[in-house]
């Protein structure tokens, strides 16, 4: 079975700290994801990475950055954190960027920052 | 404009009760569409793929369809632990990446005993 694991199920942090949330898949996959989910809103994609130090933006990326330097883990950046950034962060893998592949998410990260 | 609508958004049904979920979609060029099971607190759960049009798909009571514009979510005599928000995804084939899928905003399922 896939695994896909999230460093923390809940966090608080403080506006204007640096947040760090990791995601780690145990199954040599090439594509990781970060989703951010709201209420009416649904799952929205903030980056994405197809292989170790590559990256792409997603659908809202403003106020994040992420890091893949192993294969394994994808880690996302809150650089200073706001009160806008209160969500539900869900992790994802696929397998391969050439064949269209189901995603696998983790347990999710609900963070408020207050 | 919304790319992947469903609906309704809530529904609520007796168990044994079957009905249908809907998914529509304006993307061009579908690769695929996927369906997930989230339960609350959880992470989605991978449901189905479906590729073309007039495929479908069964995992126990759910069966998932596939026309040009829309996706259907069957669910046959469901159960209270079908109970949860069922979301749709697609990924488009023409332009943009090519593994980034695009989600609708989900149907909350409610199945009473």
């Known amino acids: 079975d896939v695994k896909v694991t999230q460093s923390s199920r809940y966090l608080v942090k403080r506006t204007g700290e640096k947040v760090f949330l990791e995601c780690v898949q145990d199954m040599d996959h090439e594509n990781m994801f970060w989703y951010r989910q709201d209420p009416g809103l649904g799952l929205r994609l903030i980056y994405f990475s197809y292989d170790v130090k590559m990256k792409e933006k997603g659908d809202i990326p403003e106020g994040y950055s992420v890091s893949r330097e192993k294969k394994e883990r994808f880690s996302l950046i809150l650089e200073s954190a706001s009160t806008n950034q209160t969500s539900m962060y869900l992790c994802?893998?696929?397998?391969?960027?050439?064949?269209?592949?189901?995603?696998?998410f983790g347990p999710g990260t609900r963070l408020t920052v207050t | 404009e919304d790319q992947v609508t469903q609906s309704p958004e809530a529904l609520r049904l007796q168990e044994g009760e079957s009905s249908s979920l809907n998914c529509s979609y304006t993307v061009s060029g579908l690769r695929g569409l996927f369906w997930y099971r989230q339960d609350p607190g959880k992470g989605p759960e991978f449901l189905f793929t479906?590729?073309?049009a007039g495929e479908e798909k069964e995992k126990e009571r759910l069966k998932a369809t596939l026309t040009k514009k829309e996706s259907f979510l069957h669910i046959t005599a469901p159960k209270p632990e079908d109970s949860a928000t069922y979301l749709c995804a697609v990924q488009e084939g023409s332009g943009g990446s090519n593994y980034k899928l695009t989600f609708g905003k989900g149907t909350l399922l409610t199945v009473n005993p």
């Open positions: 479906l590729y073309s």
């Open positions: 994802a893998s696929s397998f391969s960027r050439v064949t269209l592949d189901e995603q696998y």
